[in-house]
């Protein structure tokens, strides 16, 4: 949760099967705020097969603020190409558990 990209990207790069989730990290990927943080950037593009965005709400204080981390996760989704933010979102989700998401499926378990 605290980490930062490059310690990421090793342990990615080490581990073919590591997916890992962008939960806590929604200001550290907008870096300034103007775009996408350069190192987080290199990550996510190097292992966009393996990350998909989450929000931890398993902390009750995270549903506190769900509405901004949403709002942050589409900021930064919006800085790379749609396949790419597609992977993220929800395609890898899909791939890793075996499950089509559907309309009919979301807000469901």
Known sequence: MSEPPDVIEAM??????????????????????TGIDPDWRRV????????????????????????????????????????LAEKFVYKNAERLFGREVSKALIGTR
Do not use: C, K
């Open 12 to 33: 990615m790069a080490r581990y073919d099967t590591l997916y890992a989730d962008t939960s806590y990290r929604e200001w550290d990927i907008l870096g300034n705020g």
């Open 44 to 83: 996510l593009e190097r292992f966009s097969d393996r990350f998909m965005v989450g929000t931890d709400t398993w902390v009750n204080s995270q549903w506190e603020i769900y509405v901004e981390l949403i709002a942050a996760n589409r900021q930064w989704q919006t800085h790379f190409p749609r396949p």
